[in-house]
């Protein structure tokens, strides 16, 4: 069974560095053809994917965040981090992490696991 897990705190400043982690069990980062996905839904609308990192270790982000947006991983603890700087309010969302697979391309996968998802409100 295959259990993803954010962690990271649920307050951050603005201007602040927002840092969350994944914690994986049940399958490796390193195998296969998948995307590890940061995923967030900001109250009151859609869903919106965030980046990824593929298996390979490669990153791909989302065009409009991509300036402020890093993704990496420690093998050695089967774990993703997402960090995205210089946050505002509108950066308050429910964050998840989730597993793609099946991918047309990085950004269009099917999600098969998700973690339970992780609010963080940016607030002074």
Known sequence: QV??????????????????????????????????????????????????????????????LKSRTSISRDTSKNQFTLQLSSVTPEDTAVYYCARGVDCSQVANCEYDYWGQGTQVTVSS
């Open 3 to 64: 259990q993803l897990q954010e962690s990271g705190p649920g307050l951050v400043k603005p201007s602040q560095t927002l840092s969350l982690t994944c914690t994986v069990s049940g399958a490796s980062i390193t195998t296969n053809n998948d995307y590890w996905t940061w995923i967030r839904q900001p109250p009151g609308k859609g869903l919106e994917w965030m980046g990824a990192i593929a298996y390979s270790g490669s990153t791909y982000y989302n065009p409009s």
